[in-house]
């Protein structure tokens, strides 16, 4: 009865588990690698966006601190809005629409993105800006005059020219105001290290234009420093406006005088609330700026139901689909495997083979088993072949030595020398045939004892030839022995003049009369090589492959004219295998045949 498979252990259930696995895996990655990806594009395009807010937010706050209204700003929103593929909206606090870049009636955003106020600011709208809480561009009554500006033009450029011959780099940069400002290679004021040949103090002198506004800004400040407790005067005259944020430096440095922390922060409270009633008539009006998606915005990335719904069921169609794809191979690769179960379940005398369709791994299991099965076939003949021969070799001589002791028993023939010689011989033939199988016998079972010691090449062969001279001249055959005195081996000499025995006495049978065998042998590498070569009758291409097979003759009446029981050259192979050396024949019908022996070379053992 065929054994039932348990299913957790069927390859088609393995294949199965093993493909939804890594479809799982594969859609959770995939998931995971899109959420990630998703949230990093909306994540730079928020960052994208918020740059793109505090742009628009520094150009409107730049427009009103150049203008005192909002009048004639909506061709600017509007191509600032192109520019930026933005919707832009500007409103004043109740909500007046300014302008807007929107068609008409299109209603606002809920919330303001924020207000554009160029003297309460605390964004990064220009560099000082975040500092003072003023957007720098506000310069109001400090703007200069065309003469006062080309004359500090001037002055900036004789002070460049001095600090240049003191070995200093400086680049001018105009202010909002109009007042050149000398800047070193780092971007700082070069005012605050000047060369003493360059310090004649022109270029930092108020103008008449600043020394009229920074009046007018000390006195508004004195009434709130004198409601603070603070008893301080600043004099105006002689200030160092060079720096960016209109008198500041020097007022600062006044306030620095009073010592008290507190004092200071009180006149500097009192100093940047005149400042902005000072610029507040130069500026626009407070409004606020209501930013939109547009048209160019990018649809965001929104997982609600729906969205959820798409993926889990999209990820369910791949992993429908992986199943069904796996489930169709699987149950190819299967089927295959199943018909090579079959075969091999079924009796050894079938010898079923199986079809085989394809040139995959699973086709070429297929040969193989089939080969196997055709080695199967013909061992299994061999074997019965050689149950035959066995039986066949040992019933001849049985015979004969019963026959001739029934008749001998029967007083019919006298038991003179030659009848007795004629049983002895027949018992030596059951005697061969007895050794030879016990000899194979041990051999396919692993347990040819052999007795190795170092071994002369040239003393064996000289030995073989010797005790088969008798032979070769009762045949008409010349044998020699042709080998190095140098050559040695590591063998059983007994099993090595029985190899070379059993070629050189068949070489002796197939050889004609005026025939040569010669047994030589020499060194090729770490080998010794020994043949046996004859100029017999040789040994048809179509038996050749067959020589070393047990009970194998090329004459199929098995004479013992032709031949001995066809286990000599099994034998041979044998005994070479282990000895960890090889044997391999060539022939050529007519010209005789070569056998040649290959074993390891041992070197001269020491002292010899």
């Known amino acids: 009865m065929r054994p039932r498979i348990p299913l957790r252990k069927r390859l088609l259930v393995r294949l199965l588990v093993a493909t939804v696995l890594i479809a799982l895996c594969s859609?959770?990655?995939?998931?995971?690698?899109?959420?990630?990806?998703?949230?990093?594009?909306?994540q730079e395009e928020q960052g994208q966006d918020l740059a793109d807010d505090m742009r628009i937010l520094a150009q409107l706050s730049g427009y009103a601190a150049t203008h005192p209204e909002w009048k004639g700003v909506a061709p600017a929103v509007r191509a600032l809005s192109k520019k930026m593929g933005r919707r832009i909206a500007l409103t004043t606090s109740d909500r007046t629409l300014i302008a807007d870049s929107a068609p008409h009636g299109t209603s606002l955003p809920p919330r303001a993105a924020a207000?554009?106020?160029?003297?309460?600011?605390?964004?990064?709208?220009?560099?000082?800006?975040?500092?003072?809480?003023?957007?720098?561009?506000v310069v109001g009554p400090y703007r200069l005059t065309a003469n006062e500006r080309a004359r500090l033009a001037k002055l900036a450029k004789d002070r460049q020219a001095c600090f240049r011959q003191s070995g200093i780099d400086t680049t001018i940069t105009m202010t909002p105001s109009g007042r050149p400002v000398?800047?070193?290679?780092?971007?700082?004021?070069?005012?605050?290290?000047?060369?003493?040949?360059?310090?004649?103090?022109?270029?930092n002198t108020p103008t008449i234009t600043e020394e009229k506004a920074l009046k007018n800004l000390i006195v508004s400040a004195q009434p709130c420093m004198v409601r603070g407790g603070v008893n301080f005067k600043v004099p105006y005259f002689g200030v160092d406006i060079s720096d960016k944020s209109l008198g500041s430096r020097y007022i600062t440095g006044a306030y620095n005088k009073l010592g008290d922390a507190a004092d200071i922060r009180k006149a500097q409270a009192c100093t940047d609330s005149a400042r902005r009633a000072q610029l507040d008539p130069y500026v626009a009006p407070v409004a606020e700026l209501f930013l939109g998606g547009g048209d160019t915005t990018a649809p965001r990335f929104d997982?609600?139901?729906?969205?959820?719904?798409?993926?889990?069921?999209?990820?369910?169609?791949?992993?429908?689909?992986?199943?069904?794809?796996?489930?169709?191979?699987?149950?190819?690769?299967?089927?295959?495997?199943?018909?090579?179960?079959?075969?091999?379940?079924?009796?050894?005398?079938?010898?079923?083979?199986?079809?085989?369709?394809?040139?995959d791994e699973t086709g070429i299991l297929a040969e193989a088993f089939n080969d196997l099965t055709e080695r199967r076939e013909r061992m299994e003949a061999q074997r019965k072949a050689m149950v035959s021969d066995i039986a066949h070799e040992l019933r001849s001589p049985l015979t004969n030595i019963r026959g001739w002791l029934e008749v001998t028993r029967d007083g019919l023939v006298e038991p003179d020398p030659a009848l007795l010689g004629s049983l002895h011989e027949e018992a030596m033939v059951l005697q061969r045939v007895i050794d030879d199988l016990q000899d194979?016998?041990?051999?396919?079972?692993?347990?040819?004892?052999?007795?190795?010691?170092?071994?002369?090449?040239?003393?064996?062969?000289?030995?073989?030839?010797?005790?088969?001279?008798?032979?070769?001249?009762?045949?008409?055959?010349?044998?020699?022995g042709r080998t190095d005195s140098s050559l040695w081996?590591?063998?059983?000499?007994?099993?090595?003049?029985?190899?070379?025995?059993?070629?050189?006495?068949?070489?002796?049978?197939?050889?004609?009369?005026?025939?040569?065998?010669?047994?030589?042998?020499?060194?090729?590498?770490?080998?010794?090589?020994?043949?046996?070569?004859d100029t017999g009758t040789g040994i048809a291409p179509e038996d050749l492959a067959h020589v070393f097979e047990r009970f194998w003759r090329a004459d199929q009446s098995?004479?013992?004219?032709?031949?001995?029981?066809?286990?000599?050259?099994?034998?041979?192979?044998?005994?070479?295998?282990?000895?960890?050396?090889?044997?391999?024949?060539?022939?050529?019908?007519?010209?005789?045949?070569?056998?040649?022996?290959?074993?390891?070379?041992?070197?001269?053992?020491?002292?010899?």
């Open 27 to 42: 859609v959770g990655a995939t998931a995971w690698l899109a959420v990630e990806t998703t949230t990093r594009a909306i």
């Open 115 to 137: 207000n554009v106020d160029p003297l309460h600011t605390d964004t990064y709208t220009e560099p000082g800006a975040q500092l003072s809480g003023l957007d720098p561009r």
């Open 182 to 203: 000398l800047t070193d290679a780092d971007g700082n004021n070069a005012n605050d290290s000047v060369p003493e040949p360059c310090a004649d103090g022109k270029l």
């Open 303 to 359: 997982v609600s139901p729906a969205n959820k719904a798409k993926v889990v069921g999209a990820a369910a169609a791949v992993l429908a689909l992986t199943v069904l794809v796996t489930a169709v191979v699987a149950t190819r690769l299967v089927r295959p495997l199943r018909a090579l179960t079959e075969a091999a379940q079924q009796p050894p005398e079938l010898h079923v083979r199986v079809p085989v369709k394809t040139r």
């Open 440 to 480: 194979l016998a041990a051999a396919d079972a692993g347990t040819l004892r052999l007795h190795r010691e170092p071994v002369r090449v040239e003393d064996l062969v000289d030995q073989v030839v010797a005790a088969y001279r008798v032979s070769a001249d009762t045949a008409g055959v010349a044998l020699t």
């Open 489 to 533: 081996l590591e063998a059983d000499p007994v099993r090595m003049r029985q190899v070379l025995g059993n070629l050189v006495s068949n070489a002796l049978r197939h050889t004609p009369v005026d025939g040569t065998v010669t047994l030589a042998a020499w060194r090729d590498g770490d080998d010794v090589v020994l043949t046996v070569a």
């Open 558 to 608: 098995r004479s013992r004219r032709t031949g001995g029981s066809g286990l000599g050259l099994s034998i041979v192979r044998d005994l070479i295998a282990a000895h960890n050396g090889t044997v391999e024949a060539a022939s050529e019908p007519g010209a005789g045949s070569v056998f040649t022996l290959r074993l390891p070379n041992s070197g001269a053992p020491e002292g010899d």
